[in-house]
């Protein structure tokens, strides 16, 4: 300030210099100055391993189209190709690669040709042999054809990137089990809702389906009807034998665009590496 006042003016210096010593500010400075760091590491490991490329690929085996939506061509020399070029990728990382190739189009791969790719692969010996089992697995499991992978890569609202398209299963059923429109047949446990029993409108004299749990809690208090209702609130998803942090990702999105809590649980957390080792 400057004037009649008499006020001290203030250099865009010295203001700069007042603003170094505040604690807040060097604490959001030191805060801002690790994610930075953190960001730059992660970008430099990316671009050593030459991971966007492999992970572009991996998207277009997974969801079955590129990201224009068209069919994926000559998958089986796209990633023979990245073998080839990505010398410095891990063990496991090749090992990945060749277990979503098997999984989304290892039916039209002869076996002679699957042999040639684990052995330009170039593996270690504990990840070529869980490769191998992993296509005993597969084996006598038909691949899902076009069509039906045509719901398996992003949703409407969300926010799409090139290499995170690809919709786990576990996304699709939470958003069945949001809109109440989980097939009772195939989740026979889940609560409904008291407005879909239509047993207050006279529709059915049938009690609506409940969990064991809801029965038993039930049986507890007298009341199914604030038992389904509590539940109605929440999605509770548990995976046995291991949920991936995919999943985790997708769970959470799908809570935050629904409008629904939705919870994820699980024995434990799976990444493709633990995933190999088990196998």
């Known amino acids: 300030k400057g004037g009649d006042g008499g006020d001290e003016v203030v250099s865009l210096s010295q203001l700069k210099e007042v603003m170094g010593s ?12 690790l994610h930075m760091e953190i960001a730059e590491k992660c970008f430099a490991a990316m671009d050593t391993k030459s991971m966007m490329e492999v992970a572009r690929v991996e998207q277009k085996l997974a969801c079955g189209v590129d990201a ?24 496991k990382d090749r090992a990945r690669l060749l277990c979503i190739f098997f999984a989304t189009s290892g039916q039209s791969t ?10 330009s692969a170039k593996l270690d010996e504990m990840d070529a042999e869980g490769v191998k089992r992993y296509l005993a697995l597969l084996a006598g499991h038909s691949k899902p054809g076009r069509g039906e992978r045509k719901t398996r890569y992003h949703r409407e609202g969300d926010q799409v990137y090139e290499v995170s398209r690809f ?31 239509g047993a207050s409108q006279g529709q059915s004299n049938q009690p609506a389906a409940t969990s064991l749990r809801a029965r038993s809690a039930a049986g507890a208090s007298g009341s199914s009807a604030s038992s389904a209702a509590s539940a109605s609130r929440s999605i509770w998803l548990f995976v046995i034998g291991g949920a991936t942090w995919s999943e985790a990702r997708a769970i959470y999105t799908t809570s935050k665009r629904t409008k629904t809590e939705c ?4 024995t434990h957390m799976v990444d493709p590496n633990t995933f190999l080792d088990q196998l």
């Open 68 to 91: 224009e939506g068209n069919p994926v061509k000559d998958p089986w020399g796209q990633v023979a190709g990245i073998l080839g070029r990505a010398t410095r990728l891990t063990s």
């Open 22 to 33: 505040l604690g807040e500010f060097q604490e959001q400075k030191a805060q801002f100055t």
């Open 110 to 119: 002869s076996d002679a040709e699957k042999r040639a790719l684990v052995d």
């Open 167 to 197: 919709v786990p299963q576990l996304q699709l059923i939470a958003e069945d089990a949001c809109r109440g429109s989980l097939d009772p047949q195939m989740y026979p446990a889940v609560t409904a809702t008291p407005s879909s029993s």
């Open 263 to 266: 919870y994820l649980g699980s």
